[in-house]
């Protein structure tokens, strides 16, 4: 049936939105976000560890909640050789024991955390008209929210920060998760792949900002179809009702949405909506890419001489350029390198691990009839292909080994052949680990075969929002001959679980474990088609994957 309603609404909507496409502002309402907001989520995640000290209870749900420690064989060993299941239902002992001794073996060299699909949404914002319900995001059915969800989720991404923090904090925490196997080592940045905000509000972008602003780790950010359009499909400036006052301003293009990441910058562009005066995110702006300096912040940790203050997209600027606003240059597509190896002698790096972010938002539809074609689907400009290019094949020090990232999953481009195109580039350069996306909102594993050598791994995220709502943590080891594995391991926040049980002497570890539980509860119920159990969602987020043979 919306089916074929769908060319009727196009062509109505060719010189202008009908009114089954209006914005509407609950009357009398506050925004999602507003000052307090940046107080209450920096006062909970700075002083939620400290509490964590008097308090036992929250000390343990502050915690991240890994899935290895309940299923260690699906972080042990290939997505494709799992360890057989016997008569008893039990992992077959003997495949067990020679998966554990093969992981002993291996050395974790780095590791980062993925969060994706945040879509935090403004609740005084929706579509109003007969299709309401499914006229968003390709004609899903996420637009009807559970209400504890779509109040209470940035109580979801806050507890998750807390989460992640805690693996920064103390990473010794990860040794009874992953035994007998290594560890993995301390995260070294978080990234977030895209589809930060839902309706395309800036009073979404600011609540996402206040959250993720709290990680003590450095973090960058990607361009998903959610971020540049209005719901994800249409182009804001055809749609009607987009007139409201500040802080109800539609974000509008990528540009927009990019130079909001540094909100001192923002003060100074009167076409942005001012929120706070907090300045640039610190360990971002510190740096973590490129040639290693001396110094340590925090201590036990190196830092690199370049940092970016956009959360990754001003590396596409020469440093200093532009005043310290983002340059005309910045598409939202970079890259940065990291040193994966040293010599154990000289400390010189001999492997160099360059993560290549992709804008797979870059085309927006011109009109909402276009916006109906394409229904989010991924695009690229050929400059970024040759650009991709280039980054795949450019000189690093040592040994170059690439991770590759982009919100969409490469089966999800509007033209098949761009697709296809990418998957050869990747396929066709052994040196290239994986390619991790978001977009699905369920997490989900393809294999693309090479004509020789390990297979190019394509890793999808599920959603933060969708339930069960996984976080996830890579890390990159290698075995005594120095070949590479890619291992994932999912995780979630687990302040929620049992908030009740967390004492006076905790109360903002209580407090947020309260909402977190609420918004859960949303998720749990949200009638979302993306919506799976944890036991149908763990075996799809999990492995340990060998992903670099070296070369002989």
């Known amino acids: 049936m919306i089916r074929r309603l769908l060319p009727l609404l196009a062509l109505g909507c060719l010189t202008g939105c009908p009114t089954g496409f209006r914005l509407v502002r609950v009357e009398g309402e506050r925004p999602s976000v507003y000052a307090e907001m940046w107080d209450y989520a920096h006062n909970h995640a700075s002083r939620i560890p400290a509490e964590a000290e008097i308090d036992p209870v929250c000390e343990a749900r502050s915690r991240p909640l890994f899935h290895c420690d309940a299923q260690k064989d699906l972080c042990q060993t290939p997505f494709d050789a799992r360890i057989p299941i016997d008569a008893t239902g039990k992992p077959d002992a003997p495949a067990k024991s020679q998966a554990e001794t093969a992981c002993k073996r291996l050395t974790s060299l780095m590791s980062f955390v993925q969060l994706s699909d945040a879509q935090l949404k403004e609740h005084n914002i929706h579509m109003d008209g007969p299709i309401s319900e499914i006229a968003y995001d390709g004609l899903t059915n996420g637009?009807?929210?559970h209400p504890l969800l779509e109040r209470h989720d940035d109580a979801g991404l806050l507890a998750t920060v807390v989460a992640i923090n805690r693996l920064a904090d103390a990473p010794a925490l990860l040794h009874d998760v992953f035994a007998p196997c290594p560890a993995p080592v301390q995260p070294s940045f978080a990234i977030h792949t895209?589809?930060?905000v839902d309706s395309g509000m800036f009073s979404e972008l600011a609540q996402f900002y206040a959250a993720v602003s709290s990680l003590r780790l450095p973090f960058f950010n990607l361009v998903g179809n959610h971020d540049n359009l209005f719901f994800g499909t249409f182009p804001p400036d055809q749609m009607k009702g987009l007139n409201v006052v500040i802080p109800f301003v539609p974000i509008v293009d990528t540009d927009r949405f990019m130079r909001f990441h540094n909100p001192a910058a923002a003060q100074k562009d009167l076409t942005l909506p001012s929120f706070t005066n907090q300045e640039a995110h610190v360990p971002t702006s510190s740096g973590i890419a490129f040639a290693p300096i001396k110094k340590k912040d925090p201590p036990g940790r190196e830092v690199f001489d370049r940092g970016s203050n956009y959360l990754g997209f001003d590396y596409a600027c020469s440093p200093g350029d532009n005043g310290g606003l983002l340059c005309p240059d910045a598409r939202g597509y970079y890259s940065f390198d990291l040193p994966?190896?040293?010599?154990?002698?000289t400390q010189a790096i001999t492997t160099t691990l360059r993560v290549v972010v992709l804008n797979t938002a870059e085309i927006v539809p011109e009109n909402v009839a276009?916006?109906?074609?394409?229904?989010?689907?991924?695009?690229?400009?050929p400059a970024q292909l040759r650009w991709l290019v280039h980054e795949l094949d450019r000189p690093a020090t040592g040994e170059l080994v690439t991770l590759v990232l982009g919100h969409h999953?490469?089966?999800?481009f509007l033209h098949e052949e761009q697709g296809l195109t990418i998957a050869s580039m990747?396929?066709?350069r052994p040196n290239v680990l994986g390619y991790l996306s978001g977009h699905l909102h369920r997490d989900a594993f393809r294999v693309h075969p090479r004509p020789k050598g390990?297979?190019?791994?394509?890793?999808?995220?599920?959603?933060?929002?969708?339930y069960p709502q996984f976080a996830r943590m890579f890390d990159i080891l290698e075995d005594p001959e120095q070949n590479l594995y890619l291992r994932v391991a999912s995780f979630r926040q687990q302040l929620g679980d049992d908030p009740d049980a967390i004492g006076p002497d905790a109360p903002r570890c209580r407090a947020l474990g309260l909402r977190a539980r609420l918004q859960r509860t949303g998720a749990s119920l949200d009638a979302d088609s993306d919506r799976r159990d944890d036991h149908d969602a763990i075996p799809n987020a999990n492995a340990l994957l060998r992903v670099y043979d070296k070369p002989k």
């Open 409 to 412: 999953n490469l089966e999800a």
């Open 143 to 145: 637009a009807l929210r």
């Open 340 to 345: 994966l190896r040293r010599d154990a002698a």
């Open 370 to 381: 276009e916006g109906f074609d394409r229904l989010s689907r991924a695009n690229m400009q």
């Open 194 to 196: 895209g589809d930060a």
């Open 454 to 466: 390990r297979p190019l791994w394509e890793l999808v995220a599920g959603s933060l929002l969708v």
């Open 426 to 428: 990747l396929r066709t």
